[in-house]
Protein backbone atom coordinates (compact mmCIF):
# COMPACT_ATOMS: atom_id res chain seq x y z
CA UNK A 1 0.00 0.00 0.00
CA UNK A 2 1.41 3.61 -1.18
CA UNK A 3 2.03 5.86 1.60
CA UNK A 4 3.01 9.25 2.01
CA UNK A 5 5.09 11.29 4.34
CA UNK A 6 4.99 14.92 4.29
CA UNK A 7 8.01 17.10 6.16
CA UNK A 8 9.47 20.34 6.67
CA UNK A 9 6.77 22.46 8.60
CA UNK A 10 7.83 24.19 11.29
CA UNK A 11 7.15 27.79 13.07
CA UNK A 12 8.53 30.86 10.80
CA UNK A 13 7.89 35.00 10.76
CA UNK A 14 5.48 36.14 8.29
CA UNK A 15 7.48 37.13 5.15
CA UNK A 16 10.01 34.09 5.84
CA UNK A 17 10.22 30.73 3.81
CA UNK A 18 9.67 27.11 3.77
CA UNK A 19 9.99 24.53 1.49
CA UNK A 20 8.04 21.25 2.19
CA UNK A 21 8.43 17.92 0.74
CA UNK A 22 6.35 14.60 0.69
CA UNK A 23 7.88 11.19 -0.19
CA UNK A 24 5.94 8.38 -1.52
CA UNK A 25 6.69 4.91 -0.68
CA UNK A 26 6.03 3.23 -4.01
CA UNK A 27 6.50 4.98 -7.86
CA UNK A 28 3.19 6.66 -8.21
CA UNK A 29 4.62 10.41 -9.18
CA UNK A 30 5.30 9.42 -12.83
CA UNK A 31 1.80 8.33 -13.19
CA UNK A 32 -0.32 10.68 -11.30
CA UNK A 33 -1.36 14.09 -10.87
CA UNK A 34 0.09 15.39 -7.63
CA UNK A 35 -1.23 18.04 -5.30
CA UNK A 36 -0.41 19.87 -1.81
CA UNK A 37 -3.86 20.41 0.00
CA UNK A 38 -3.98 22.36 3.48
CA UNK A 39 -6.40 22.62 5.75
CA UNK A 40 -6.59 25.21 8.98
CA UNK A 41 -8.53 24.61 11.88
CA UNK A 42 -12.09 25.12 11.57
CA UNK A 43 -11.75 25.17 7.37
CA UNK A 44 -12.05 22.30 5.27
CA UNK A 45 -9.01 20.83 3.72
CA UNK A 46 -8.36 23.19 0.00
CA UNK A 47 -6.12 22.47 -3.15
CA UNK A 48 -3.56 25.01 -3.18
CA UNK A 49 -1.33 24.16 -6.01
CA UNK A 50 -0.99 20.79 -8.41
CA UNK A 51 1.24 19.48 -11.29
CA UNK A 52 0.40 17.18 -13.46
CA UNK A 53 2.68 14.31 -14.58
CA UNK A 54 3.45 15.90 -17.76
CA UNK A 55 4.68 18.98 -15.45
CA UNK A 56 2.27 21.58 -15.67
CA UNK A 57 1.53 23.73 -12.44
CA UNK A 58 -1.36 25.44 -11.26
CA UNK A 59 -2.12 27.34 -8.34
CA UNK A 60 -5.06 28.40 -5.83
CA UNK A 61 -4.74 32.37 -6.27
CA UNK A 62 -4.23 32.70 -2.78
CA UNK A 63 -1.05 31.38 -3.13
CA UNK A 64 -0.36 32.49 -6.88
CA UNK A 65 3.14 34.25 -7.10
CA UNK A 66 4.16 32.93 -3.64
CA UNK A 67 4.32 29.02 -3.79
CA UNK A 68 5.99 27.02 -6.23
CA UNK A 69 5.28 23.08 -6.44
CA UNK A 70 7.80 20.85 -7.88
CA UNK A 71 7.95 16.79 -8.89
CA UNK A 72 11.11 14.42 -8.65
CA UNK A 73 10.08 11.35 -10.44
CA UNK A 74 13.15 9.55 -9.44
CA UNK A 75 13.19 10.46 -5.83
CA UNK A 76 9.24 10.09 -5.44
CA UNK A 77 9.05 13.01 -4.30
CA UNK A 78 6.78 16.22 -4.39
CA UNK A 79 8.09 19.60 -3.37
CA UNK A 80 6.31 23.14 -2.52
CA UNK A 81 8.62 25.98 -1.93
CA UNK A 82 7.18 28.77 0.21
CA UNK A 83 8.12 32.24 0.03
CA UNK A 84 6.53 35.40 1.44
CA UNK A 85 4.77 33.77 4.15
CA UNK A 86 1.63 34.80 5.09
CA UNK A 87 -0.45 34.50 8.87
CA UNK A 88 -3.42 32.97 6.87
CA UNK A 89 -1.00 30.36 5.01
CA UNK A 90 -1.28 28.67 9.10
CA UNK A 91 -2.88 25.39 8.30
CA UNK A 92 -1.48 21.37 8.00
CA UNK A 93 -0.34 20.69 4.82
CA UNK A 94 -0.80 17.45 3.11
CA UNK A 95 0.16 16.01 0.04
CA UNK A 96 -2.06 13.55 -2.37
CA UNK A 97 -3.14 12.97 -6.24
CA UNK A 98 -5.67 15.07 -7.26
CA UNK A 99 -8.16 15.86 -9.01
CA UNK A 100 -9.17 13.08 -6.33
CA UNK A 101 -7.07 12.11 -3.45
CA UNK A 102 -6.71 8.55 -4.27
CA UNK A 103 -4.48 7.49 -1.63
CA UNK A 104 -4.84 7.13 2.58
CA UNK A 105 -3.56 10.93 3.66
CA UNK A 106 -0.40 11.02 5.70
CA UNK A 107 0.01 12.68 8.96
CA UNK A 108 0.88 16.24 7.09
CA UNK A 109 3.44 18.61 8.25
CA UNK A 110 2.22 21.71 10.19
CA UNK A 111 3.00 25.08 8.72
CA UNK A 112 2.60 28.15 11.43
CA UNK A 113 3.02 31.74 10.43
CA UNK A 114 3.50 33.91 13.21
CA UNK A 115 2.38 38.41 12.61
Known amino acids: QVQLVESGGGLVQAGGSLRLSCAAS????????MGWYRQAPGKQRELVAR???????NYADSVKGRFTISRDNAKNTVYLRMNRLKPEDTAVYYCNTFPLPSINWGQGTQVTVSS
Open 51 to 57: ITSGGST
Open 26 to 33: GNIFSINH
